[in-house]
């Protein structure tokens, strides 16, 4: 077998190899316009060896994962934060950094990654369009609220209704304010059929998945969120305790402690930060509609700040909906048979 260690950048490779059998060893730089990686792995499966690539996990790789895959070569992902852990050496360069990872593999220490499926990284691609789409509506509706605004009129929500639109087009403006206007009521008319189309395909995907529908019994968890979370956790037997999820997403606070001095910072966001974005809104709708979630939410925001307060029950709520997938129980089962289940309840903290 061959076991090669590739430092992966979107232009060009270098590779670390070593042949088991022989010992033969070397190291080597591809580029990928012009198709000099692709013609050595082909050249790899015509001479029938087994091959094993290390790599880390980064982006713009996807055609050479699919290349791999298409040869039947195996593909160890790594996690480039503990790969970096591991570097001795002061010294960082290309070669120096595919010695590592083949050495990594020798050793059998390579901190090998779940990898998600092509079906999973292509639903993504939906979610990720759908945000992008609303960040970009936003946008919009806020540089027309500015208009609107700059002519003395506040009208917030109403503007878009029917009768706040038709009293934005008869506002008199210069020229080139009168064609910004034009134009971003256009853009707006374009984004909202886009945008309804790429919901009801995210309700129909949620549909199809009896997690996603369960998970959703939570309040304030709608399709968007049960399907990002699914989508992006993999599966729950991944992970032992709830704790590891919130680590996971990146919503426990980072933290430099020593000598019996603990110091907790701002949250390490070492994660997918869709799937962060998407429970902390959620949150804040539970905290809308339930009581329950109401109450938690004002007690940490009486006793710290709003925004710690949304974050902290963001990360909640991804520990719940842990639990719920890996019991395979909904929200109001969930509740019953909690770890606090038919203990009085203590509003204020008391004990």
């Keep these: ?19 088991e059998e022989t010992g033969e060893c070397g190291e080597q730089e591809l580029k990928h316009s012009d198709g000099q990686a692709e013609r050595f792995y082909r050249d790899l499966k015509q001479r029938g060896i087994c091959v094993r690539v ?3 996990a980064t982006g713009y ?6 290349l791999l895959a298409e040869l039947g070569f195996e593909v160890w992902m790594g996690d480039p934060a503990e790969i970096k852990a591991k570097r001795v050496k002061k010294q960082k360069y290309d070669r120096e950094d595919a010695r590592l990872l083949l050495r990594l593999m020798r050793e059998n220490n390579f901190p090998q990654i779940w990898v998600p499926g092509p ?17 970009m509506r936003t946008r919009i509706m806020n540089q027309l609220q500015a208009l609107a605004m700059n002519e003395g009129y506040r009208w917030k929500k109403k503007l878009f209704s029917e009768q706040g639109r038709a009293q934005l087009v008869k506002l008199t403006l210069a020229p080139w304010a009168s064609r910004r206007r034009q134009e971003l009521l256009e853009l707006l008319d374009r984004m909202n059929p886009t945008i309804a189309e790429l919901t009801a395909a995210v309700e129909q995907e949620a549909k199809k998945r009896p997690e996603v529908l369960r998970l959703m019994t939570h309040p304030g968890v709608g399709p968007l969120t049960a399907l990002a979370y699914v989508l992006i956790i993999g599966t729950p037997t991944r992970f032992e305790r709830g704790k590891q999820i919130a680590t996971y997403v990146g919503m426990i606070p980072s933290e430099d ?9 701002h949250i390490s966001k070492q994660g997918n930060s869709l799937l962060r974005f998407l429970l902390v809104e959620a949150a804040q ?15 940490l925001a009486m006793r710290r700040h709003k925004s710690i307060a949304k974050v902290a029950m963001g990360r909640r709520m991804a520990i719940k909906l842990y639990w719920m997938w890996r019991n395979d129980c ?14 009085l309840g203590t509003g204020h903290g008391a004990k």
């Design 285 to 299: 709708a539970a905290a809308r509609c339930n009581p329950d979630w109401r109450r938690r939410y004002m007690h």
């Design 257 to 265: 402690s020593s000598a019996g001095k603990q110091r907790l910072g």
């Design 54 to 56: 290390g790599m880390e």
């Design 61 to 66: 790789s996807r055609w050479f994962e699919r």
């Design 330 to 343: 909904e929200y109001s089962q969930s509740v019953k048979c909690g770890s606090y289940a038919g203990q």
């Design 1 to 19: 077998m061959m076991i090669i260690g590739v430092d992966y950048h979107p232009s060009f490779q270098t590779i670390a190899f070593l042949m």
């Design 119 to 135: 079906e999973n990284r292509d639903l993504r691609q939906l979610l990720w369009h759908r945000h992008r789409m609303v960040q």
